[in-house]
């Protein structure tokens, strides 16, 4: 007989619970026992679920009150040494690691592969301990074995770990430091074995990856070590194919294999092929990543023999962990009921999971209801006539090379530009958002309920744009932006307002941390009906003399950060996407906005995790970022952001951008990630992000000289911005306000110390 399992679900609570209580411990309104409370309520709710559905296991350690790779950092003891915590952080330690607290700025984060989570970035150093330390793992394991439940522990391969960190202080190699990390997983596996448990599934996510030889030489060191701690060891790889690594991944110790069946290409042959006869092989079946119906005929044919010869040694599962996709469709009353039959949440690939374990176990008899169901359900998303729009069509075979090309090289645009606006030296500007209010999330709600009137919701967004105008005014900032009030996504407030998105009531995907995101369903062709922020804009600028930026998410992290249909390219809906961006943009200028930012932050999150497949991805990214921004006279300057990621090596595809100014996050990193820019020669002028906005310290106007003049080492004076890491909607007006005083005042400093005159 088949099993079924997943490698992790979502950790929120299917009403953000998690979230709330986090934010609630953080401001002191709860104790940490009343936090706790709720995080082990969520955990039995998923175990439940898992168990209702057949699975015969539920995933244990899934669950982290931040992230996965710092509950690792907790669990392995090895807290960066610049906290001075001890190897058995207490939990308010390990969110200051992840938050930053008044001496230290929060643990690097970055994008986990190419997806849109966040995860924490380990700090290593020649020296680093490794012990056992926080005990919160074998106390769930615990808890969820009282509960009467059958646990699978889920680790992050030592590899992974080491692989995703970051070496600091000494030039050394981070994987030297894999002896000494062995010893502490063995103590782990040991201990979970001493609890009963049977298998720890152990995700090395990194065999997706190019990885150098002495990285693939590693493993089979790694896990011969690993398999005498007796317990069966479950490997799991997951995003992408296997392709060199697959023989090595095959051929080591452990009892069985996790391969991604969805994004793993053709490899399911020769993974048959090489599996030994003594192995189990989990299969992933099921898009853990996107929320389009998994085609169950199809999985059944692909996977009928392979039962019949392997019986129990298959195991059936999602891709990857559902972590990705959310909750669950139970509450969306208000989405169409036709897209809505397209779509399957966590708890119904649960389903579906089940669904598949009935036929292979029982015959398709007994879930023949179900097999028709979801045959009419893809069927009638081929046939919708919802799906395609033939003007779509026409405009995109109409483009030509003129339109993804401005109509001057960047120097003569970056003459025209600084005449025209004759900003002083280190300009400084906000990244887009202020904050989100009570009051502006109050009254957006009430309008979207109906409980305001359009006219009474535009004027209360109009006191916040000018609340935040006089504001910025105040500070004496030199470039604008209106605030964005209006908005409650940067993607989703775009999908709101274009053709073929479709948006869930409660369809949340944590980011990180207590950051949940909701993104759009885009089902079908993709087009711009009538503007979508000109009047806002417009309105911003008449309250002031100085530039107000026009705020735009680009084509690309649109695409990123929606769930995309799967029925064409992604490069085709990413060209449809930038069409809808260069209508507004187009208009945006007519309006006489003469600084527009095209937000690009997903830009490295969509690169494949190969590099030998990075030239085809980068041709398209950047092609439809051009196609948004080249409708434009040269006297309109052209910014775009991106964070949270390292651009070193793509630093040729963001230069062909081509973007007159772009913002980068780099504060975490110390301004190590500008580095590669100066290196580059990056010719276009650039804004290294001089405080961190996700954490609550409001650093020092001496901080952020350091970082300025940091930066100034490595670009030339003359091409630097001064701006925060990010948008600012997730911080309170107080340390805003600070921040950035704190931010005008170093910028000043900068200017006194190289007295670049306005507008050369």
């Not at 020769?270 to 996107?290: C, E, F, H, P, Y």
Request: charged share 20%; hydrophobic share 45%; with cysteine.
């Amino acid at each position: 007989m088949a099993l079924t399992h997943v490698l992790g679900v979502p950790r929120i609570g299917p009403n953000r619970e998690l979230k709330f209580a986090q934010e609630a411990f953080w401001r002191g309104e709860i104790d940490e026992a009343a936090l706790r409370a709720v995080a082990s309520g969520i955990r039995q709710a998923n175990w439940r679920r898992q168990h209702e559905a057949g699975l015969d296991f539920v995933s244990v350690g899934d669950f982290a009150f931040y992230d996965p790779m710092l509950n690792h950092v907790a669990l392995l003891g090895c807290a960066p040494a610049r906290f001075g915590f001890g190897e058995k952080i207490s939990l308010p330690e390990y969110f200051q690691l992840a938050r930053g607290n008044d001496a230290c700025h929060a643990m690097e984060m970055t994008k986990w592969f190419d997806t849109n989570y966040h995860y924490l970035v380990p700090e290593l150093k020649p020296d680093t301990p490794f012990s056992l330390g926080a005990e919160w793992l074998f106390d769930e394991v615990a808890e969820a074995q009282t509960a009467g439940f059958n646990p699978k522990p889920v680790l992050i391969g030592p590899l992974t770990f080491l692989h995703l960190a970051k070496e600091k202080g000494n030039d050394f190699n981070r994987l030297d430091l894999l002896d000494r990390l062995l010893p502490v997983y063995a103590q782990i596996l040991a201990r979970l074995k001493a609890q009963g448990v049977e298998w720890v599934q152990v995700d090395e996510p990194v065999l997706a990856l190019d990885l150098p030889g002495n990285w693939r030489t590693a493993f089979e060191r790694a896990y011969h070590h690993l398999n005498t701690a007796g317990v069966k060891l479950l490997l799991a790889s997951y995003f992408g194919p296997l392709r060199e690594n697959l023989l090595m991944a095959l051929k080591l110790p452990v009892a069985g294999v996790h391969v991604d069946c969805v994004r793993g290409g053709d490899e399911l042959a020769q993974v048959i092929d090489w599996l030994s006869a003594t192995k189990i092989l989990s299969a992933g079946v099921i898009d853990g990543r996107n929320i389009w119906k998994t085609d169950l005929a199809a999985v059944l044919g692909r996977f009928d023999g392979l039962h019949q010869r392997l019986g129990n040694r298959l195991w059936l599962a999602p891709s990857c962990s559902l972590a990705h996709v959310p909750v669950s469709l139970a509450a969306e009353t208000a989405l169409d009921p036709e897209i809505s039959s397209w779509l399957a949440f966590a708890d119904e690939k649960l389903d579906e999971l089940a669904t598949l374990k009935a036929v292979f176990n029982g015959g398709r008899q007994a879930v023949a209801a179900k097999l028709a169901d979801n045959a009419a359900a893809l069927a009638s998303r081929r046939t919708s006539n919802r799906v395609h729009d033939a003007a779509v069509s026409v405009r995109l075979a109409a483009l030509t090379a003129t339109h993804d090309t401005r109509n001057s090289a960047l120097a003569i645009r970056q003459t025209v530009q600084r005449a025209r606006f004759n900003l002083p030296a280190f300009p400084t500007t906000t990244i887009g958002s202020f904050p989100q209010t009570p009051e502006i999330r109050s009254a957006r709600a009430r309008f979207k309920k109906g409980g305001l009137d359009e006219a009474d919701y535009t004027a209360a967004m109009r006191r916040e744009i000018a609340h935040a105008v006089a504001k910025q005014e105040a500070l004496g900032l030199d470039v604008l932006v209106h605030g964005e009030a209006e908005r409650n996504d940067m993607v989703e407030y775009f999908g709101e307002q274009l053709a073929g998105f479709a948006f869930s009531q409660n369809g949340w995907v944590q980011s990180y941390g207590s950051r949940c995101v909701k993104p759009p369903i885009i089902y079908g062709d993709v087009s711009r009906p009538g503007p979508m922020t000109v009047g806002w804009t417009t309105y911003a600028q008449s309250l002031t003399v100085r530039p107000m930026k026009g705020m735009l998410t680009g084509p690309v992290t649109i695409l990123q950060w929606s769930f995309v249909r799967d029925d064409q390219p992604r490069s085709t809906t990413a060209l449809q996407i930038a069409l809808a961006i260069r209508d507004e943009v187009v208009d945006l200028e007519a309006a006489g906005i003469g600084i527009i930012q095209i937000d690009e932050p997903a830009y490295r999150e969509g690169l494949p995790l190969r590099k030998a497949d990075w030239p085809t991805y980068l041709d398209w990214a950047s092609r439809a970022f051009r196609i948004s921004a080249s409708g434009v006279a040269d006297a309109t300057q052209i910014h775009t952001h991106m964070c949270y990621s390292e651009f070193n090596d793509i630093l040729p595809a963001i230069a062909a951008m081509d973007a007159d100014v772009i913002t980068i996050e780099t504060s975490r990193s110390d301004m190590e990630l500008l580095r590669g820019f100066g290196d580059f020669n990056y010719p276009n002028e650039i804004g290294p992000g001089v405080y961190d906005i996700h954490s609550p310290r409001v650093p020092s106007a001496d901080d952020m000289t350091r970082l300025l003049e940091k930066a100034a080492q490595v670009i030339p004076p003359r091409n630097l911005w001064v701006n925060p890491d990010c948008g600012l909607k997730t911080r309170g007006w107080a340390e805003t306000e600070a921040a950035l005083a704190n931010m005008v005042t170093a910028a000043r400093v900068l200017r006194e110390a190289y007295r670049i005159s306005p507008g050369l």
